[in-house]
């Protein structure tokens, strides 16, 4: 895998320049591209010119290539949100996080496979690791474009899963920010109080520069891990549900954790939390009903059999039922809150098992979708793997707002996995 | 003025035809438009066809006819957003309060004018209570359209006082309701924390009917009102830079509430609130300086002078200070949720006095901004006028997420006034 932080300081001290590292990622792009398909479009001749622009190599991202799940407007590559509706359509503007990573001296170098409008139908992505198993979705080609080498970075956006399970799948270093830490706007809405932006890198390092250099926020935690972090490690009333590996990866992890210093502790979800998780599906589909109105009332035969069912049911949920799921929800995240007091971060299974066999489904978001309606930053931290050689992750959960303390958690949980 | 909830059962009654209706506001708009100028787009040709239709007379809004601000996005009708760089521009979809209008059976008749990105560049619309005097922005042609006779209802959007300002320069009802009531997606977004869509009617019922329509809540008041309210009146710190007029306004509609059994009573703003008023424009210009991004870094030259440089300010708001402002408006939000244990709602000034001469400013949003932080329900109140016949609207405002309540205070506030 390409490393994002090691490559841009590469860049910036004159022993690498943009160019090289852009024909290094073509050529990752021609060998491996023609089995995985983690690309809708690319146009590496724009990122070649691009990279060898001047003064490239001093910004703060040093002309690193990033791929942008195709989800997400881009005023130069077509944008189709992973449905034929959008066959070709062309976004009149850069969402604002594709401004962000070009203001600070990234380069795109393609659009990335979603699934049909970041929910469950897949696209056409296999998994890198074993092209037999899914990559995990929605943000499929994110996740295999950086386990595969082609890029060093790529966007995704998760509002249930869909960033910390593929990155598990495909055994990368996925980052779900503390909501709203990236901006939304330019992505194509399915629930706007869940869709959450988030960044796949190799290391945990390399997503946090990334999200340093796109914020101005002080996240690049370079080689430092907390200290004596507090973790507490949460099974969730789910945990029959998660596969033996999930279980002796969560506890691999959790002990390698403890041997670096980390004070490591079982703890059990408050009953409010456990409530909240059971009405995610709530919000999510009636707010998809709305936003996706469009799409229903005018094309409703161009959209799935999977979509249109999901949203033929959510037309029942009545506006109390929602309105009683936000309150659900907020009675969680004060609960959440309080429960920071004696914890730094949480540690927890990324998926119920290693990527499923077979592309006819993405796997389940069943635990992540707490965290994504709580807003939490989560990092799912590879580096464990099955009997079978398949990635298993585990996934730290931070603070609302303290993503720097949770980065560095991620960080000492990845270095004690990996000594 | 043209009563949206007395049509809407006039032609579920078959006392009146959708069509009838339309031809009615073709007339009026024949007659006012090329004074006021009110509407950026009209298909009068289109929406005649739509009333026409079979079935539509039965349905929640009856075929009424709606303006919507040209700063959201319709698939029939170019959305310009009031600014050159986006001149003929045609989104591929309709935003999702345009479908939730076309859903319950209402009919877009046009597109209003909008100031520039809904900021503070004026379009040509002029008041209809005297041309020579600004109808107030940014939701400039949406009041005027509703306050001229052209239109029964129009929706405009509030990021400080886009909603209230224009409904008090105007003359008619306008309904804020509680932030993420009506979905703003698809609107060009300039701030993701304050951007609200609202409602212009004719009276507090046509808003409370037509708010009720589009999302199937409890809010149709018909000719119901408050009983017996608790009402605070709040001058604010700024209280010295309203007007005489404005001043006189409060007074003689909180005495006319007080004389329809209202128990009102002075009420200072805490603290932590005056701190939020304060800290408003941070949280704007920050996510203006986002969410306008592409149009800043591509289009630089075709933004007006004045925004030009308020975006080229905001670029010097740092991200800690951003944070701290969301503090600021997070404590502000809890405090007035305590206050509103003692009260039903609030009344206080719509704006520092009736509408400024000329058209070169929309006036100040100084007496809205905190209520469009905190997510409040707001309603401006007409009736009253100045010395000249200028109207003067009083707000009043309500608890989050009860708009009914306020609505229903607001209904007796028109009332009393009348009376």
């Not at 996080?97 to 699934?115: E, L, S």
């Not at 549900?241 to 390698?256: F, I, V, Y």
Request: charged share 20%.
């Amino acid at each position: 895998m390409l490393l994002a932080r090691d490559l841009a300081l590469d860049i910036q001290s004159g022993r690498l320049s943009p160019g090289d590292l852009m024909a290094r990622c073509a050529d990752a792009i021609a060998e491996r591209e023609p089995e995985i398909g983690a690309f809708v479009t690319l146009d590496l001749a724009a990122a070649r010119q691009q990279a060898a622009a001047e003064g490239v190599a001093a910004r703060p991202l040093a002309g690193l290539p990033f791929g942008v799940k195709d989800i997400i407007d881009t005023r130069d590559l077509p944008t189709e949100y992973g449905s034929a509706i959008y066959a070709g359509h062309r976004p009149a503007t850069d969402a604002p996080i594709v401004t962000q990573v070009k203001r600070a001296g990234g380069i795109v170098a393609g659009k990335t496979v979603t699934t049909e409008f970041a929910h469950l139908t897949p696209g056409r992505t296999r998994n890198p690791r074993n092209g037999a198993h899914t990559p995990g979705g929605s943000s499929s080609g994110s996740a295999a474009a950086v386990a595969a080498g082609m890029l060093p970075l790529a966007i995704g956006t998760q509002t249930g899963g869909s960033v910390i399970r593929p990155a598990a799948f495909c055994g990368v270093v996925g980052y779900k920010p503390t909501f709203r830490t990236l901006p939304t706007l330019g992505m194509k809405t399915f629930s706007w109080q869940l869709d959450t932006m988030g960044l796949f890198g190799a290391r945990v390092q390399d997503v946090a520069f990334a999200a340093g250099a796109m914020t101005g926020r002080a996240l690049d935690i370079g080689a430092e891990r907390a200290e004596r972090p507090r973790i507490g490690v949460v099974r969730t009333a789910r945990a029959a549900q998660a596969s033996a590996a999930a279980h002796d990866a969560l506890e691999a992890a959790a002990r390698a954790a403890e041997a670096a210093g980390a004070q490591v502790f079982t703890l059990d979800l408050p009953e409010e939390l456990e409530a909240a998780d059971a009405i995610h599906g709530v919000i999510q589909d009636f707010e998809a009903w709305i936003a996706l109105s469009d799409e229903y009332d005018h094309h409703r035969g161009a959209l799935s059999a999977g979509l249109r069912a999901h949203l033929d049911a959510a037309v029942g949920i009545g506006v109390d039922t929602y309105d009683e799921a936000r309150r659900t929800a907020k009675r969680a995240r004060q609960r959440l809150g309080d429960l920071f007091a004696d914890v730094d971060a949480l540690l927890t299974f990324s998926a119920p098992g290693p990527a499923p066999e077979g592309l006819g489904a993405t796997g389940s978001p069943m635990f992540n979708r707490l965290w994504t309606l709580m807003g939490s930053p989560c990092i799912n931290v590879p580096g464990l793997v099955d009997g079978a050689g398949l990635p298993v992750g585990v996934q730290v959960v931070g603070r609302f707002g303290r993503d720097r303390a949770a980065l560095l958690v991620a960080a000492l949980v990845e270095q004690a996995i990996a000594g």
